[in-house]
């Protein structure tokens, strides 16, 4: 039985108070479900600090290089000794904006594990590849050089399935969308290795809210959430939380 993982994306969003203030009414409420929270760089000794080890804090990206002259570049190392336990890898927007490919993502989740890191990597499809019919080999490609680098490793990966065209636009895949697209990962997953798709929790984001979180929650190969935009609202965030049960 995989058990329920929330997590929370602040993305570029946030302060010190705003860090006091989240952290502050998980550590008051805490949720049943495993929770991790990705503060951007900055408020991660805060975060961490706050969550006492109640809670998993995150880092929202990590370098490909080990070390060296790689200017404004954060290492696993670093991330490691600072006592951040999770990282995400290869996010839509880390692909779209700062054009992320599937060789350099895989690269970002060798040195996340040889640092200890617990690696989340994103997959998901643009709303054009969808319409185009190219959904699946779209998640397959996404997954395939991380899986055949990685190897036996892949066993310590979380996946989350994050459709690009639900994810900050309010406009939710809905339950029946969200259940194909997981058991498709789960079946790409088997191919490899039918451990794998049996250990690996598949987390969906895009546009989750307390509203929707029960129903995408339900579904048999939805193992939790990756959540940006209501993270950022407390009560929401636990509302989210308790859906996953
Ligand atoms: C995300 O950034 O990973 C995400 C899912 O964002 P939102 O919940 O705002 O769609």
Same mark, same amino acid.
């Given at each position: ?135 699946? +080999?779209?998640?397959? !490609?996404? &997954?395939?050089?991380?899986? /055949? @680098? =990685?190897?036996?490793? %892949?066993?310590?990966?979380?996946? *989350? ?28 997953? +088997?191919?490899?290795? !039918?451990? &794998?798709?049996?250990?690996? /929790? @598949? =987390?969906?984001?895009? %546009?989750?809210?307390?509203?929707? *979180? ?28 308790? +859906?996953?049960?």
């Amino acid at each position: 039985m995989r058990r329920k993982l929330v997590a929370a994306n602040w993305k570029m969003h946030g302060s010190r108070a705003l860090t006091e203030q989240l952290l502050s009414a998980l550590a008051a409420r805490p949720p049943s479900c495993e929770v991790a929270v990705f503060p951007p760089f900055p408020y991660l000794a805060q975060a961490l600090a706050l969550a006492e080890g109640r809670l998993d804090i995150g880092a929202q990206d990590l370098s490909a290089h080990a070390q060296g002259a790689y200017t404004g570049e954060v290492s696993a190392a670093m991330l490691a000794d600072l006592g951040v336990r999770r990282v995400l890898a290869g996010h839509s927007e880390r692909r779209q904006y700062h054009h992320e490919d599937d060789l350099l993502i895989t690269a970002k989740l060798e040195r996340a594990f040889e640092q200890g890191l617990m690696p989340i990597l994103c997959v998901g499809e643009t709303l054009q590849q969808r319409e185009h019919g190219t959904t699946e +080999a779209t998640l397959a !490609a996404q &997954l395939a050089t991380p899986l /055949r @680098v =990685l190897g036996e490793r %892949s066993a310590l990966l979380t996946i *989350a399935y994050e459709p690009v065209w639900a994810i900050g636009t309010g406009c939710t895949a809905t339950a029946a969308q969200v259940q194909a697209a997981h058991a498709f990962i789960r079946s790409q997953l +088997a191919a490899r290795d !039918a451990k &794998l798709s049996k250990l690996i /929790r @598949v =987390l969906y984001g895009g %546009s989750v809210k307390a509203a929707n *979180a029960p129903e995408l929650f339900a579904q048999p190969d939805v193992d939790g959430g990756l959540v940006g935009g209501a993270a950022l609202d407390a009560n929401e965030f636990l509302a989210i939380c308790a +859906a996953a049960r």
